[in-house]
């Protein structure tokens, strides 16, 4: 078993800390991207933590938090929206991985929840698929609007906080992990200006 593999939920999350300070600082070490990091993985994984985070290009989870091959288990939905592929990856991760940290991470400017809030101010829907993306972000804008944000980013945080808490409410897998200290979930925006990735939210130990 690697080292990464034994990591406490609060050990992954400084991890993914520190690597984002490097990617601020211009100061990335891009590990584990060579042949014998390559090579080692042919037979088997065992990443540090879940990166569960919207689609938006900007978003590149490896470089954010400057890790390499093996490192980090990513899921990605647009507008990091909920469903049940997305609950058994998770579950997958946890129960047959044994990760030990799973991060919700959304974003400023995020397309998708700028959709939902003009659906919200207008009452029009769009059309197709993009509808159902819409619909199971509306009720972050609604919960950010009763208490007096209106503002996409601010819907952002909301909407990364009720992710966390949706994951955990709809999943006894990963409800038990977390309550038995063998998994923390968190909640994280990251800002494109600047390149920083925030605390939200989270249930279990992570400091």
Known sequence: MTIEARLTPAQAWERLRE???????GTSDHPNQDA???????????PFAVIFGCSDSRLAAEIIFDVGLGDVFVVRT?????????LG???????ILNIPLIMVLGHDSCGAVTASVN???????????????????L??????NRVG????????????????????DSSKIVAD?????RTAVIGVTYRLAEGRAELVSGFGNVE
């Open 19 to 25: 690597g984002n300070l490097r990617f601020i600082g």
């Open 36 to 46: 014998n990091r390559r090579a080692s993985l042919v037979q088997d994984q065992h």
């Open 78 to 86: 647009a507008g990091h929206v909920i469903d049940d592929a997305v």
């Open 89 to 95: 990856t998770l579950e997958y991760s946890v129960s």
């Open 119 to 137: 659906s919200f101010n207008s009452g029009e829907m769009p059309n197709g698929f993009v509808r159902d993306l819409v619909e199971r972000i």
């Open 139 to 144: 009720p972050s804008v609604i919960t950010a």
């Open 149 to 168: 944000t209106t503002d996409v980013n601010g819907c952002v945080v909301e909407h990364v906080k009720q992710t966390t808490e949706r994951m955990v």
């Open 177 to 181: 992990a977390v309550e038995e200290g």
